[in-house]
């Protein structure tokens, strides 16, 4: 069973930079790949990110690219994300999630099976 509580949204104006913390508790955080994905009201939840289980190796989503950065912390137990250039279409309740399954993570939802609460990024224009 693992733990996962996120942290760091807010509000921002546009072209601003936020940075997102995943502090993971119970089992090990090496042994996951760890991601973010978002959901925009209305919306279904999209991928942002991944990291692999050493932190090797990272995949964004088109939208990600160039502006996030995904990292990770083991001896911390911590995921973070870095977003710089906020738009407004970054506007979303942001989920950080563990998948045990794929050492080098995965763009589908369903493969992870823990998730935190989420937390709120909202990007003014």
């Known amino acids: 069973q693992v733990l996962l509580v996120e942290s760091g949204g807010g509000s921002v104006q546009a072209g601003g930079s936020l940075r997102l913390s995943c502090v993971t508790s119970g089992r090990t955080m090496r042994t996951y790949a760890m991601a973010w994905f978002r959901q925009a009201p209305g919306k279904e939840r999209e991928f942002v990110a991944t990291?692999?289980?050493?932190?090797?190796?990272?995949i964004y989503a088109e939208s990600a690219k160039g502006r996030f950065t995904i990292s990770r912390d083991n001896a911390k137990s911590t995921v973070y994300l870095q977003m710089n250039s906020l738009k407004p279409e970054d506007t979303a309740v942001y989920y950080c999630a563990a998948d045990g399954v794929f050492s080098a993570g995965s763009r589908r939802d369903y493969d992870y099976a823990y998730w935190g609460q989420g937390t709120q990024v909202t990007v003014s224009s």
């Open positions: 990291i692999s289980r050493s932190g090797g190796s990272t």
